[in-house]
């Protein structure tokens, strides 16, 4: 759906601005601003003029989660198929997130909770304020993580962490996320913004057509042996080898000037 209010979408200087949007309810799902989250995505994905995806919060929270006044289960008549709203309305934009070979940035405001926190870390590159706390809620109400969680936790974290976050639901602080590995850098609240900003924009106008090989190639090493990343090495090289951004970053610095990159 285009055209929500959930998510408000801005294009600057190649930059695809994608900001959830329901700060009083600390920018939780529902429905609406799920179709808007994908609709932002598929957008990057379609259009070149989109260099780099930058998600953040509205108000004083991130996301936190799956809207739970939604679907209230007082009030259904029969148990709720939470498996059709992942396959559906989840997991569609994880893998969007995923499969965009441009850098997606998060910027954590505030508050990421449960499928929200999630949601973060499955993007690239995740700036959070210092305040802003990731809190794997799901156990508190008697669900599983979801939204890749279960996937990337235990990857970065190992098990231990990972079992401990996920059954606990102990809030974790950005500063200590930053120094496990889950997210990139803890900065001051204040800089946020500007931080997170200042990333995207230089990725914008950087060679984007490698940046998204890369993100291809890290993406694969989970899965692959080390034959198989070294072919895929190899084939990615030969395909950045190609592109008109190589030629240019070669040439700007033999040039001693700035490259001007076009993504191709
Ligand atoms: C909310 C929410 C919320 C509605 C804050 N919904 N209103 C689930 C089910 C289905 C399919 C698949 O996947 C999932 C995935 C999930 O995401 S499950 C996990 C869902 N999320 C949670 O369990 C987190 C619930 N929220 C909280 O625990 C707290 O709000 C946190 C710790 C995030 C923040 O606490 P505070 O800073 O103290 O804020 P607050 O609780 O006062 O919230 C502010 C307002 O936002 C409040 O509304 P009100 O009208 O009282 O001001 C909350 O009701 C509302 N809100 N989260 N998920």
Same mark, same amino acid.
Request: with cysteine; net charge neutral.
């Given at each position: 759906?285009?055209?929500?209010?959930?998510?408000l979408?801005?294009?600057?200087?190649?930059?695809?601005?994608?900001?959830?949007?329901?700060?009083?309810?600390l920018?939780?799902?529902?429905?609406?601003?799920?179709?808007?989250l994908r609709?932002?995505i598929?957008?990057a994905?379609?259009?070149?003029?989109?260099?780099?995806?930058l998600? *953040?919060?509205?108000?004083?929270?991130?996301?936190?989660?799956q809207d739970?006044?939604?679907?209230?289960?007082?009030k259904?008549?029969?148990a709720p198929?939470?498996?059709? *709203?992942?396959? *559906?309305?989840?997991?569609?934009?994880?893998r969007?997130i995923?499969?965009?070979e441009?850098?997606?940035?998060?910027?954590?405001?505030?508050?990421?909770?449960?499928?929200?926190?999630?949601?973060?870390f499955?993007c690239?590159?995740?700036?959070?304020?210092k305040?802003?706390?990731?809190?794997q809620?799901?156990?508190?109400?008697?669900?599983?993580?979801d939204?890749?969680? *279960?996937?990337?936790?235990?990857?970065?974290?190992?098990?231990?962490?990972?079992?401990a976050l996920?059954?606990?639901a102990?809030?974790?602080?950005?500063e200590?996320a930053?120094?496990?590995?889950?997210?990139w850098?803890a900065?001051?609240?204040?800089r946020?913004e500007?931080?997170?900003m200042?990333?995207?924009t230089?990725?914008a106008?950087?060679p984007?057509?490698?940046l998204?090989?890369?993100?291809r190639?890290?993406?694969?090493?989970?899965?692959?042996?080390?034959?198989?990343?070294l072919?895929?090495?190899?084939?990615?090289?030969?395909?950045?080898?190609?592109?008109?951004d190589?030629?240019?970053g070669?040439?700007?610095?033999l040039?001693?000037?700035?490259?001007?990159?076009?993504?191709?």
């Amino acid at each position: 759906m285009s055209g929500s209010d959930t998510v408000l979408v801005a294009l600057e200087g190649g930059v695809l601005r994608l900001t959830l949007n329901r700060p009083d309810k600390l920018n939780s799902f529902n429905e609406e601003m799920h179709h808007a989250l994908r609709a932002g995505i598929q957008r990057a994905h379609d259009e070149a003029a989109v260099r780099a995806v930058l998600l *953040t919060g509205a108000g004083r929270g991130f996301c936190a989660g799956q809207d739970l006044g939604d679907r209230d289960p007082r009030k259904a008549t029969e148990a709720p198929d939470l498996g059709k *709203t992942l396959e *559906t309305l989840y997991n569609p934009t994880l893998r969007l997130i995923r499969s965009l070979e441009k850098p997606v940035i998060c910027a954590v405001n505030g508050v990421a909770a449960g499928a929200g926190a999630n949601i973060a870390f499955a993007c690239d590159i995740v700036l959070a304020a210092k305040s802003a706390r990731f809190i794997q809620a799901f156990s508190k109400i008697g669900l599983v993580p979801d939204a890749g969680g *279960t996937w990337n936790l235990t990857r970065i974290l190992g098990e231990p962490r990972a079992k401990a976050l996920t059954m606990t639901a102990e809030p974790l602080g950005a500063e200590k996320a930053a120094d496990w590995g889950l997210i990139w850098k803890a900065v001051d609240d204040d800089r946020l913004e500007e931080e997170a900003m200042a990333l995207a924009t230089g990725f914008a106008s950087g060679p984007t057509k490698g940046l998204g090989l890369t993100k291809r190639a890290i993406q694969a090493a989970g899965t692959n042996s080390l034959d198989q990343q070294l072919d895929l090495e190899r084939d990615l090289q030969r395909e950045a080898g190609r592109s008109a951004d190589y030629a240019e970053g070669v040439a700007a610095f033999l040039e001693k000037r700035k490259p001007d990159f076009k993504g191709r």
